[in-house]
């Protein structure tokens, strides 16, 4: 299967923070996805980014599609609690789609 | 609209023994999927239905592992015998369609420990 590297692998940060984290791959895909996972639920589809160089924003949440398309990047302004989960990178590749090794987030209020 | 169902939540079983898991997708939704996600990792797909056809199973761990959609709407999930590495979260998923992300919607899974 496709190796999908994300970075950093867990983050603390403080409620009100910017948060930057990125997905990076061997190989080039033309569509990278980003999902939230809550605890005990499943990943849930925040952003779907399909040009390279693209972005896309989805209220405090910005993804970019890299130039490259071997790389995505994930930015979240002024965190708040409700942003605690883990955040995967996929790409979607034939029928197949492949998820990166996730970052988790904490907010401390 | 009502979302991908699974059951049970959780599941403690011994290693050696059988386990099975259920998934009713979402209504009209063609395509499911299984993954299987340990601690700390994303999730890995196991096999992926078209219908009631099996689309690819590359990943399904065959000598252990088998998993069914007769009728083309539920599906369910078997362990047999199971071993302590197979525990995990069990997600199902479906979409519209094959190869598209568009609806592609995750259930809340099953949490299988083996001990």
């Known amino acids: 299967g496709q190796q999908l590297n994300q970075s950093p692998q867990s983050m603390f940060i403080q409620e009100g923070e910017d948060v930057s984290m990125n997905c990076t791959s061997s190989?080039?895909?033309?569509?990278w996805l980003w999902y939230k996972q809550d605890p005990g639920e499943g990943p849930v589809l925040l952003i779907a980014?399909?040009?390279?160089?693209e972005l896309t924003s989805n209220g405090r949440l910005t993804a970019q599609f890299g130039i490259t398309r071997k790389d995505s990047f994930l930015n979240i302004s002024a965190s708040i609690p409700s942003d605690v989960g883990i955040y995967f990178c996929?790409?979607?590749?034939?029928?197949?789609?492949?998820f990166g090794t996730g970052t988790s987030l904490t907010v401390i209020p | 609209e009502a979302g991908v169902a699974q059951s049970p939540r959780y599941k403690i079983i011994e290693k050696r023994q059988s386990v099975a898991f259920w998934c009713n997708p979402i209504?009209?939704?063609?395509?499911l999927y299984w993954y299987q996600q340990i601690l700390g990792q994303g999730p890995k797909l196991l096999i992926q239905?078209?219908?009631?056809?099996?689309?690819?199973d590359s990943q399904l761990p065959k000598d252990r592992f088998s998993a069914e959609r007769l009728k083309g709407v539920d599906s369910t999930l078997k362990i047999q015998p199971a071993k302590l590495e197979d525990s995990a979260v069990y997600l199902c998923?479906?979409?519209f369609g094959g190869g598209s992300h568009y609806g592609y919607t995750f259930g809340s899974g099953t949490r299988l420990t083996v001990v």
């Open positions: 998923a479906s979409s």
């Open positions: 190989s080039i895909f033309n569509t």
């Open positions: 980014l399909y040009k390279a160089g």
């Open positions: 996929a790409v979607h590749t034939g029928n197949q789609f492949y």
């Open positions: 209504s009209g939704h063609a395509t």
């Open positions: 239905f078209q219908n009631n056809g099996v689309v690819d």
